[in-house]
C-alpha cells in the first residue's frame, strides 16, 4: 500500500486534501498530518512515507527545507496558495505542485503521474539544484520591501527619518539609539521603543551591516575601518566623531582591508 504525509499548518487545509485524497486516490493511506516543517520531518523520519504534500510556507521549517531533508527518499508535491511561484521546474513537470485550493483535476493530474513513477519504480526527482533554484526563487519574490523611513519622537515632534540618512543603530536597554544626519548634515540622535532586532529584520542587507551585537551601520556612511589586533577593528564615519567597535563576529565582513 502507498503511503503519504501531508503538511499544512492550516489545519482545514489539511483535512480538505486528505478528504479529495481519498477521492482521487482511494489505495493511497494518509499515515501522518503534520502542523509544520519540524514536525514533517520528525514523522516522515518514523514512518517513512511514499509520498510527501508540502505547504511549501509553513511557519519556523518551510515545506522546500522539508523537502532537502527527505532527498530522494519519497516523491515531493508542494502546495502553495501563489500560482507565481510555479516556477520552471513545475513547469517542465520535474517537481509536482498544487496550488490552494486544490482542483479535482489537477489534483487528478498529479495523482496520476505519481501513480506511473511508483509502478515505474522511478526516483524521486528532488535533486538538491532544483531545490536550490526553488528556495531562491521563493525568497526574492516573498521578501518585503526594505524599511525607507524610521519613526522617532524628537521632544514633542514626530520625526521621520529617511533610512539612507541613518549613520549608525546602536541597542541600548529597551529602546535603539538613531544616529542620524538631518539638515546641511548635522549630526542628530533618537531614541525608538523598536528593538535593534526588528529594525536589522526590515532594513536592506546589502546596505546596513552588524558590526557588534548591539550595532549596525549604514555603510555608505563609513569613511574607514582601522585593524587592531587579530580579533577587534574600528569603524570610521564620515561626519561624525564616533568611532565604533568591531567585535570578533563580524570582524569577517572587514577581511578585504
Not at 540618512?165 to 542620524?180: F, P, Q
Amino acid at each position: 500500500m502507498t503511503t503519504a504525509l501531508i503538511a499544512d499548518d492550516e489545519p482545514l487545509l489539511r483535512g480538505a486534501l486528505a478528504q479529495m485524497l481519498a477521492q482521487a486516490w482511494p489505495e493511497l493511506q494518509v499515515v501522518a498530518q503534520a502542523r509544520n516543517g519540524r514536525e514533517a520531518i520528525k514523522q516522515f523520519d518514523a514512518l517513512q512515507p511514499d509520498v510527501c504534500f508540502l505547504d511549501v510556507h509553513m511557519p519556523g521549517v518551510s515545506g522546500v527545507e522539508v523537502a532537502h531533508h527527505i532527498g530522494r527518499r519519497a516523491h515531493v508535491v508542494f502546495v502553495t496558495a501563489y500560482d507565481k511561484y510555479a516556477v520552471q521546474a513545475f513547469a517542465q513537470g520535474v517537481l509536482d505542485y498544487l496550488v490552494k485550493p486544490v482542483e479535482a483535476e489537477r489534483l487528478a493530474d498529479t495523482v496520476a503521474r505519481l501513480k506511473e513513477r511508483l509502478s515505474a519504480a522511478q526516483p524521486a526527482s528532488n535533486s538538491e539544484t532544483l531545490l536550490r533554484e526553488l528556495a531562491a526563487q521563493l525568497e526574492r519574490r516573498a521578501a518585503p520591501a526594505p524599511l525607507r523611513w524610521i519613526r522617532a519622537q524628537v521632544g514633542q515632534t514626530l520625526r521621520l527619518i529617511p533610512v539612507d540618512d541613518v549613520d549608525y543603530l546602536r541597542s541600548e536597554a529597551k529602546y535603539t539609539r538613531i544616529a542620524w544626519r538631518g539638515e546641511a548634515g548635522q549630526a542628530c540622535e533618537a531614541l525608538i521603543s523598536t528593538s535593534l532586532k526588528e529594525l536589522v529584520a526590515q532594513l536592506d542587507a546589502e546596505q546596513f551591516v552588524q558590526v557588534h551585537r548591539s550595532t549596525v551601520v549604514n555603510l555608505r556612511a563609513i569613511s574607514h575601518v582601522t585593524r587592531g589586533d587579530h580579533e577587534t577593528a574600528t569603524v570610521h564615519l564620515r561626519n561624525r566623531q564616533e568611532q565604533l567597535p568591531v567585535s570578533r563576529s563580524y570582524l569577517h565582513l572587514f577581511r578585504q582591508m
